[in-house]
């Protein structure tokens, strides 16, 4: 069982920054991909960026450019540093983190949320 937790969101004003952390912890095997979501209200949850374990990323077109994903294998944590905030971020960010509770299987574990609100 892995469990997932999320933390660093809160309210910023437009051209601001935040650093969304998202920390990884039980028994697991390794964890693989680790992504950010986003959902608005009355909207899908949408992938915001990926990071694999060897470090490869990819974004979502509306946030590339002014968000950057990174991780610390050490640590079980993903980052998501957002700059240049927009008030369409605003949204509640989830950590979806891929982990393999043995040598031959995986399973997705999402955290509980962090809201980020982007407004003067």
């Known amino acids: 069982q892995v469990q997932v937790v999320e933390s660093g969101g809160g309210l910023v004003q437009p051209g601001g920054s935040l650093r969304l952390s998202c920390a990884a912890s039980?028994?697991?095997?390794?964890?693989?991909?680790m992504t950010w979501y986003h959902q608005a209200p009355g909207k899908q949850r949408d992938l915001v960026a990926s990071?694999?374990?060897?470090?490869?990323?990819a974004y979502a077109d509306s946030v590339k450019g002014r968000f950057t994903i990174s991780r610390d294998n050490a640590k079980n944590t993903v980052y998501l540093q957002m700059d240049n905030l927009k008030p369409e971020d605003t949204a509640v960010y989830f950590c979806?983190?891929?982990?393999?509770?043995?040598?031959?299987?995986?399973?997705?574990?999402w955290g509980q949320g962090t809201q980020v609100t982007v407004s003067s």
């Open positions: 979806n983190v891929r982990a393999s509770l043995n040598a031959y299987g995986w399973r997705d574990y």
């Open positions: 039980g028994s697991f095997f390794v964890i693989n991909d």
């Open positions: 990071i694999t374990i060897g470090g490869n990323t």
